[in-house]
C-alpha cells in the first residue's frame, strides 16, 4: 500500500483494509516484533491537510485522555509532513457485523452485558467532558470476549467552562443517526 508512512512499514505488517471513509483508511497490520494485531487509523493526504490537523489532534487529545476497558485504546501515533496515523488495539468485530450475523437478535443477556458496557463507557467520556456525537453500530467495536469498546472519537468534543466559548454545531457524521429533532428542524 503506497501511502501508508515508512514508519508505519518499518515496523507493522500491513494485512489489509478494515474500512474507509472520507478522511481515511483503517488498516488491519501485525506487529513485527510481538505478532500482535493492530488498527491503524490513517488519515488520507489532502489538499487541506494543514487545516485538519486541528481536527487530529484534538481526537488524539481525547483518545490520550479516555484510557478505560470500554473505549478503544490507542497504543501509538505517528506524524509526518503529510500524514498522521494512530495505531489501535484490534477488536474483531463491530455491532453491524454482530447484528448482521444474527438477524434473530442477540439473546438477552448479551444485550444487557453489551449495554451496559456502552453506557459505561459513554458515561466514561461524560466524567471526562467528552461528547461523542457519532455513536453508531459500526463505531461500537466488539471483542470475541464480548467486550464492547467505543471508537471513533473524529467529531467528539470537549465540553467544559474552557470550550464553552467555542460554538458547537448539531452537525454529527452521521445522518441516519440523528435525531428527528436535528433531521427537521
Not at 496515523?85 to 450475523?101: D, H, I, R, S
Not at 467528552?130 to 470475541?144: M, T
Amino acid at each position: 500500500m503506497k501511502y501508508v508512512p515508512r514508519k508505519i512499514k518499518d515496523k507493522y505488517e500491513i494485512l489489509g483494509i478494515i474500512g474507509e471513509g472520507a478522511y481515511g483508511v483503517v488498516l488491519k497490520a501485525r506487529k513485527k516484533d510481538e505478532n500482535t494485531l493492530v488498527a491503524i487509523k490513517y488519515f488520507k493526504e489532502a489538499p487541506g491537510y494543514q487545516t485538519d490537523t486541528d481536527v487530529i489532534d484534538r481526537e488524539l487529545t481525547i483518545l490520550r485522555s479516555l484510557r478505560f476497558e470500554n473505549v478503544v485504546e490507542l497504543i501509538e501515533w505517528f506524524r509526518d509532513k503529510k500524514r498522521c496515523c494512530l495505531v489501535f488495539e484490534y477488536v474483531e468485530w463491530n455491532m453491524l457485523q454482530v447484528l448482521q450475523q444474527h438477524p434473530e437478535g442477540l439473546p438477552l443477556e448479551q444485550v444487557r452485558r453489551l449495554s451496559y458496557q456502552l453506557f459505561s463507557a459513554i458515561n466514561w467520556c461524560h466524567i471526562h467532558e467528552i461528547i461523542h456525537r457519532d455513536i453508531k453500530p459500526e463505531n461500537l467495536l466488539i471483542s470475541k470476549n464480548l467486550i464492547l469498546k467505543l471508537c471513533d472519537f473524529g467529531f467528539a468534543r470537549f465540553c467544559n467552562a474552557k470550550t464553552l466559548a467555542d460554538h458547537y454545531t448539531d452537525y454529527v457524521a452521521t445522518r441516519w443517526y440523528r435525531s428527528p429533532e436535528l433531521l427537521i428542524g
